[in-house]
């Protein structure tokens, strides 16, 4: 049974790379474009966001501020 998790497990993990792999390939033109720049700007600036949201919320809990 431990041997048939690890088989599942790498075949998932290896199928999921070979699926990524296929996808960036056709992806090709988006990725390059001004479109796909314009997208990671816009979610650069919201991760920034999320953490700096969540950097103030650990203060408060912390009770510093």
């Known amino acids: 049974l ?3 998790f690890i088989l599942v497990f790498y075949s ?3 199928g ?3 699926v990524t792999a296929m996808l960036v390939g056709r992806s090709r033109e988006f990725i390059q474009g001004k479109t ?3 997208i990671m700007k816009i979610l650069g600036l919201a991760m920034c966001g999320f ?3 969540l950097f ?3 203060i408060r809990l912390l009770r510093v501020l």
Do not use: E, N, S, T
């Open 2 to 4: 431990p041997l048939l």
């Open 12 to 14: 998932c993990l290896v």
């Open 16 to 18: 999921a790379k070979i």
């Open 36 to 38: 796909y720049r314009y």
């Open 51 to 53: 953490a700096l949201l």
């Open 56 to 58: 103030l919320d650990g």
